[in-house]
C-alpha cells in the first residue's frame, strides 16, 4: 500500500529539522558572532537539499499518478516522464541559484559564466543532445508510441520504451533492438499499427 503524499513529505523532512538547528542554534548557545556565518550557511545547505527531496517527491508523485491514469496511452506516459524529468531538472537550478545568492555569492557572473560554459559542453556532447531532442520530437510528433509495431532499415518489431536517450524495440525474433533516438529519427520508419 503506498504511502500518502503528505505522509511522504513529512517522512522525508530531516533536512528541516538540520536547517532549524543550524539557524538557531548559535543564538541559543550564545556562541561568537564568528559562528554566525557557517551556521548560516549551513542552514541555506539544508534548506536546499530539502527543496531538492520535496521536488523529488512532489514531481515523482505528479508522474505516477498521471501515468496511473493514463496508462493505455503510451505517448502520455512517454511525455509526462521527459515533461517530469524537465521540470525536476528545471527546480533544481532554481533551487541552487537561490541557495548561492542567499549565501552572499554574486550570480550574475555566474550565470554568464554558466552561459558560456553551456555553449562548450553542448558542442562536446552533441551526440547526448541530438538524442534529447530527438526524445522530444518523438514525445512530440509521435511517429510511433509504446506498442507500434515499426521498421527501421531493415529492423522490425515493437516498441517496448522511448527513453530520453535510446528507443528500445523487441524484434519478431525476440532480440532487443536498441536505437539511439538521434540516429532512429534519421532513419526512414514504418509505422504498421496506423
Known sequence: MSESLTLKLVRNSRFLVLFAIAAFLPRWLDLPRSAEKPARIAAILALFTQGVIWTNILVGHSVRVYTAQHSTDGSSITTFNVL??????SLWILLF????????????ALVTGLGIGGLAVALAVQNILGDLFGALAIVVDKPFVVG????????????????????????????????SNGELLKSKIRNYSR
Open 84 to 89: 517530469g524529468v524537465v521540470a525536476r531538472l
Open 97 to 108: 541559484l537561490l541557495a548561492l545568492d542567499n549565501m552572499g555569492i554574486q550570480i550574475k
Open 148 to 179: 507500434d509495431s515499426i521498421s527501421v532499415e531493415t529492423y522490425r518489431g515493437k516498441v517496448e520504451h522511448i527513453g530520453l536517450k535510446t528507443t528500445r524495440v523487441r524484434s519478431e525474433t525476440g532480440e532487443l533492438i536498441i536505437f
